[in-house]
């Protein structure tokens, strides 16, 4: 099944700082991001990708600072559009690693149309949303997974909208690999993290990451008493349960919801249809040539 078999290889031992940059976490103290950080080294560490064949790519906000913090390529892009920029940079370089990183703003609101369509397009990356109910760097506005009643300066009588349910909206959408993770639990988190870059498609780890700052409901405790890992009983492959569970609330599941059996990217499919068509493309470049 694999079309990035070469991605499942352990390239060589790494240590941890070899990953970490010179650039310090720029994070408010208690930031979930810093948990998510650390099981993003340890996840590379795991793979063994030398630095150099790594690209981290982000949109704006404060957990779209992460490229800063991770030794190697880094490209901090325009808020909402880490998407796009990661399929140009794995369509043009297939070789490279690329993790897509975020938060629930940026992913959701701003984010959402590319969010939808990424999950149909299926390219070869790792996206992991810092999903904090909020939106942080701008000091404390309603995010589209705030609940309904949060208060904070953009809803101070509370939100009235019902928030977007980032798992089952992957699902639906056509996703072929779908996680839910949180800060609090960074080894289990690296390990769902570690799956995905194995996966050969586009693999969402949506990661509960509190925002001590702005979020004073969905705190590291909140999330420690209501979150519960997936029964072993779960299959994997079944898209229906997967969304089943992700609907639910009480409690919230961690852990891998779906994967699909068969996932061909679209990295893959490009390439795989470019040499398919080349003689076509060899005539049509003859025949420009004749008549330019
Ligand atoms: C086009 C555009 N619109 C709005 C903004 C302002 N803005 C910057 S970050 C952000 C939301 C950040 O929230 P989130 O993605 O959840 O990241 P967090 O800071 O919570 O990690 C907004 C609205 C912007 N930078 N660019
Ligand atoms: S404002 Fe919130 S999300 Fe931003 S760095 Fe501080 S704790 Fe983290
Ligand atoms: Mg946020």
Redesign the pocket.
């Known amino acids: 099944m694999p079309d990035s078999a070469a991605s499942a290889t352990v390239e060589r031992p790494h240590t941890i700082d070899e990953y970490k940059s010179s650039a310090k976490p720029t994070w408010c103290p208690g930031c979930g991001d810093f948990g998510v950080l650390n099981a993003v080294y340890n996840s590379l560490k795991v793979k063994g990708y030398n630095t150099e064949d790594v690209v981290v790519i982000s949109g704006i ?1 404060c ?1 779209s600072r992460f490229p800063f913090f991770v030794s190697a390529y880094g490209f901090h892009g325009v808020h909402g559009r880490a998407i796009p920029i990661a399929t140009g940079v794995k369509v043009a370089n297939p070789d490279l690693k690329v993790l897509v990183v975020g ?3 940026d992913a959701f609101a701003i984010g959402g149309g590319h969010f939808v369509h990424g999950m149909r397009r299926n390219v070869d990356v790792t996206y992991v949303i810092m999903d ?1 109910e ?3 760097l701008t000091k404390g506005q309603t ?1 589209p997974t705030s609940n309904v009643g949060f208060i904070t300066k953009s809803s101070p009588k509370g939100s009235v909208d019902q928030p977007l349910n980032p798992l089952a909206l992957a699902l639906i959408s056509g996703a072929t690999f779908v996680a839910r993770g949180f800060a609090g639990k960074p080894k289990e988190l690296a390990d769902l993290i570690v799956q995905g870059i194995n996966h050969p498609g586009m693999a969402l780890i949506d990661v509960y990451s509190p ?1 001590p700052t702005f979020n004073e409901v969905n705190t590291f405790k909140f999330f420690r008493d209501t979150t519960q890992t997936i029964p072993a009983t779960h299959s994997t492959s079944d898209r229906a349960a997967a969304i089943e569970l992700a609907l639910q609330d009480d409690p919230l599941y961690l852990g891998l919801f779906y994967q699909a059996t068969e996932s061909e990217s679209f990295d893959r499919r490009v390439r795989r249809l470019q040499t398919a068509n080349a003689d076509e493309s060899a005539v049509m470049d003859r025949l420009f040539e004749q008549f330019s």
């Open positions: 906000g957990s938060g629930d703003g904090n909020i939106y942080g995010s925002c």
